[in-house]
């Protein structure tokens, strides 16, 4: 018996890796974040599996699930959205399931700041612009961010960076980052990236409170920043320059 940790993506059902979805398919149990995780996913799990959705569930009675499913020799499919590796919550289970000596892997998802890149057309790394990407949060209701992990000490990198879980929370995100960016960098809020109702706020620091308080967004948003959202003049990558000679092409 085996739990499969699956990264769903960020909402399409398309979206979701082959190796993913045939793991849905075979499983007899599949628990699933069901406010995230399209229905058409699990739609997929055998007619006769047991599918149930985790939302209202406290980590207690998922963990009681899998004994039971590991009680009687199923396979578990675990669907989380995204890429299980970002906001996941899977390390909690991984930590019960190490002490119940029950097996598990995990299969990547598409993370939600890719596909909301690919949705506005943009790369997040551009030459001599932004070569990182810093994935982080606020701290609100959740667990406290780590001593030296505040936006204001991040922003210094005046790289891109995706925000997560901090869409009610951008008053606080414009204080801690307008010194490191400006008022005018860039910014794009996306909210539910792929889904049917998808929505893409584009602003700057100084004005995207104020953009996102009148769409009435109070969650399941992401928060991108930094100059390469808009850069336009700047310099072609090594890559593909005819004048670059790397072991692949003289």
Known sequence: MTVYFIGAGPGAADLITLRGLKLIQKCNVCLYAG???PEAIVAEAPKDALVMDTAPMHLDEIIEQIVLANNKGLDVARVHSGDPS????????????????????????????AAAAAAIGCELTIPEVAQSIILTRTAMQSSEMPKGEELSNLGRAGTTMAIHLSVRNLRHVQRELIPHYGEECPVVVAYRATWPDELYIFGTLKTIQKQVREKKLTRTALILVGPALRAKNYRDSALYDKDFSHVLRD
Not at 91 to 113: C, H, S, W
Request: proline residues 6%; glycine residues 6%.
């Open 35 to 37: 406010s995230l995780v």
């Open 86 to 113: 970002i906001y996941g919550a899977i390390a909690e289970q991984m930590r019960r399931l190490d002490d119940l000596n029950i097996n598990y892997n995990i299969t990547p998802g598409v993370p939600a700041f």
